[in-house]
């Protein structure tokens, strides 16, 4: 009930692609979905959330979908850029008692092509 | 970076010894938390604390122990090292108040041999 499950593993794109990066979730007191970006050798970076009474969000070319029903998430990257490779976590919080609980995802490492 | 420094940063120590993973803040935030990031599991939660003294367990916390006896310092210890507790341990905080953003720190990658 805690997954956070992530796919694909790994992805590949041509510059100017659009990769998308898709999460599932069981638990549905999960109130907060954030998506990280993290580059070699650094710590994991906020890049957009979004939180379960919205459909979508966009900031930039990064583009959340999220299907409550489902209970699912995607992240969309328009016109991805060689600057874009990275790993993508997803995560979901759980807020038990009034403290916040984070499960990631296992990561998405994404390769863009120039 | 959220004003967030970890100590030390990268270290080797032998199996069955005792280690130390410190995570230091400058802002005052309530909530800070440790991770494990190992190739194919992603980030795991340790343990976690929303105040001084105020500590639970995360979904890995078998063998790691915390503190935090002050706001500003989280740390993180192993009571007898392994080699699976070889891995990047990451801190992060939540400055939560009406953030939801959680901010990590640079990491330590801890070696067991």
């Known amino acids: 009930q805690q997954q956070v499950k992530q796919s694909p593993q790994s992805l590949i794109v041509q510059k100017g692609g659009i990769p998308i990066i898709n999460c599932a979730y069981e638990n549905t007191a999960f109130d907060y979905f954030p998506w990280y970006q993290q580059f070699p050798g650094k710590g994991p970076a906020l890049l957009i959330a979004i939180r379960p009474d919205v459909s979508e969000k966009k900031e930039g070319r990064f583009t959340i979908s999220f299907n409550k029903s489902a209970k699912q998430f995607s992240l969309h990257i328009m016109d991805s850029q060689p600057g874009d490779s990275a790993t993508y976590f997803c995560?979901?919080?759980?807020?038990?008692?009034?403290?916040?609980?984070?499960?990631f995802g296992t990561g998405t490492r994404l390769k863009v092509l120039a | 970076d959220a004003g967030i420094t970890q100590s030390p940063r990268h270290k080797v120590t032998e199996t069955g010894t005792p280690v130390t993973l410190r995570c230091h803040q400058t802002?005052?935030?309530?909530?800070m938390y440790w991770y494990r990031q190992d190739p194919g599991h992603g980030l795991r939660l340790i343990h976690y604390?929303?105040?001084?003294?105020?500590?639970d367990k995360g979904e890995v916390s078998d063998g790691y122990s915390v503190s935090r006896s002050k706001t500003e310092d989280f740390l993180l210890t192993l009571e007898s090292a392994t080699s699976s507790q070889t891995s990047v341990y990451f801190c992060?905080?939540?400055?939560?108040?009406?953030?939801?953003?959680?901010?990590f720190g640079p990491g330590t990658r801890l070696t067991v041999t």
């Open positions: 604390s929303y105040g001084v003294k105020d500590t």
């Open positions: 995560a979901a919080r759980a807020s038990p008692s009034g403290t916040y609980k984070y499960i």
């Open positions: 802002e005052n935030h309530r909530y």
């Open positions: 992060a905080i939540n400055p939560a108040g009406g953030s939801d953003e959680q901010y």
